[in-house]
């Protein structure tokens, strides 16, 4: 979690639209608390502190764009029993560079160009290594969140993983990338 400070108090509620007074009123303090933080005329206590940024931090949450705005509907993905050949072609062909891998229509791991190519490092012969089956070369699973899940959290998982999908229950609903991000405005 960002370190807060109390000067950010004011750039966090007028970021939001809100008056000292509605910032007062949602976190249960008294306005004038919030004028003199705001002012530095005084330094709150610690609990007090804490229920203001809390209360930002959840509004800051609420109105924040949710995943299923920005998702790909469209997911591609490969069965396990496949070859990597299918997945290269498949891969090129819709311009992605990286897919679930799918067992009896349940997500069991992933497959990335950033994988295939350290795998065909690896291969004593490379022609091989498109003849294998993907569940010989994929990696764990993506990540999954479902729709209602804030963007701003997944910024955090994109620095890990190539991919993260949108779930409900066992059902892929979407994909969302680095790219898919970038388009929000």
């Known amino acids: 979690m960002m370190s807060l400070q109390l000067k950010d108090i004011q750039r966090m509620r007028k970021a939001l ?3 000292q007074s509605d910032l007062a009123r949602l976190s249960g ?3 004038s608390l919030i004028a003199k933080i705001e002012s530095g005329k ?3 206590s610690f609990s007090k502190a804490m229920v203001i940024f809390e209360t930002l931090q959840k509004l800051q949450l609420k109105n924040s764009k949710k995943v299923g705005s920005v ?6 993905s490969i069965d396990a029993e496949a070859s990597v050949s299918e997945v290269v072609k498949l891969m090129h062909k819709h311009a992605i560079s990286q897919m679930p891998v799918l067992s ?6 992933s497959v990335s160009e950033k994988v295939l ?3 065909l490092a690896e291969e004593e012969n490379p022609k091989m290594l498109f003849m294998k089956k993907v569940k010989e070369v994929m990696e764990p699973p993506f990540p999954t969140v479902n729709e209602d899940t804030p963007i701003d959290l997944l910024i955090p998982m994109l620095n890990f993983y190539p991919a993260i999908l949108v779930m409900k229950g ?3 609903l979407g994909i969302v990338t ?3 991000l970038l388009k929000i405005e």
């Not at 998702?71 to 591609?76: N, Q």
């Not at 009896?104 to 791991?109: A, L, M, T």
Request: positive net charge; charged residues 35%; proline residues 3%.
């Open 71 to 76: 998702m790909t509907k469209s997911v591609i």
């Open 17 to 19: 639209g809100l008056t």
């Open 170 to 172: 066992k059902s892929i």
């Open 117 to 119: 190519i350290k795998k």
């Open 104 to 109: 009896k229509d349940e997500v069991i791991g």
């Open 42 to 44: 005084i330094d709150p």
């Open 29 to 31: 303090v008294s306005q």
């Open 178 to 180: 680095r790219a898919d």
